[in-house]
């Protein structure tokens, strides 16, 4: 079953190319971002939405965060995005013109299938659910579905659920514009050729593992890791200090690069490895001055770029370089070497990287 691989999260990681093509499948047939990738009735529903509130947990609660900035940016609706188990809990000034989106691997989460009762119970009628299973608890609950088609994810962290949750929010957003009128004919061009050519740049970036196993190397025997990203790079951040500490115990956070000197600075030392994620975008020159900062306090830095980001290794500055800049769907492509690093430090770690201690794959409680 694992074929040539040592782990189910290694093989899970490898899939992705494939993964993330399958779940296009629908976007590419029809050549045209359309609702009904959604279901059938999804035109009339999103059609009328006035903006978008994103619900869900962990990682799915990542992709939420990176759908954000693409939901605001390219259709211009507002995004809120909340962590199920906070949102259940709390007196929500609910609108239902809303459209509510709950994401989920499984499907079975509690914490998100409650959020989502309550949801419907404050008036929300527009869901939309994000899931891997089919015929599971929330999308059964929910109007509206795409199915990410990532297949069976077995190991406890997830990989390949992410990046295929993060192309079905993609495709979401260039939907939502264009039933707004904000996407003109070159722009649905451009974002379905950008969705064509992502397989091919995720395995780009998966060739870059032996790099990533020199840096895990060095990552196995620390303590602490901080990871850095800005803008819809932030929760790529966010998701490789999760996956970090998920697999190889290994305590991990992640800042906003721009956050750094309010606080998590006074942690850098030479002790302190700094991931950052730096592709070529318009906060690269930002991002840059905030390494600087890291590197005056001796922090070594492990640097994720892309062949445009215009830097190179130096002393104390480790540059992995993705072979091209892949624009809007950068995030996914950067998920890769984090995810690479987390398994390859936990390897090193000799933990068990497809059951790590106190976690299941499904939190079907509270
Ligand atoms: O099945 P779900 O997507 O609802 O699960 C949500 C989280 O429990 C899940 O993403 C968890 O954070 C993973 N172990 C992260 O790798």
Redesign the pocket.
Known sequence: ELGPYRHFMQKEIHEQPRAIADTIEAVMGANAFVPELFGASAGEVLREVEGVQII?????YYAGLTARYWIEAISGLPCSVEIASEYRYRKVVANPKQLVVT????G??LD?MEALKYAKSLGHDKTLSICNVPESAIPRASRLVYYTRAGAEIG???TK?FTTQLVALFTLAVTLAKLQGRLSPEHEAEHLDALRRLPGSVQHALNLEPQIIGWAERFAPKQHALFLGRGVHYPIALEGA??LK?ISYIHAEAYPAGELKHGPLALVDSAMPVVVIAPNDSLLEKVKSNMQEVRARGGELFVFADDDSQFGSSDGVHVIRAPRHVGVLSPVVHAIPVQLLAYHAALARGTDVDKPRN?AK??TVE
């Open positions: 869900a947990c962990g990682t799915s994401i989920s691997q499984s079975e989460t998100t406890v962290a997830s659920a999760l996956k998920e976690l499904s939190v």
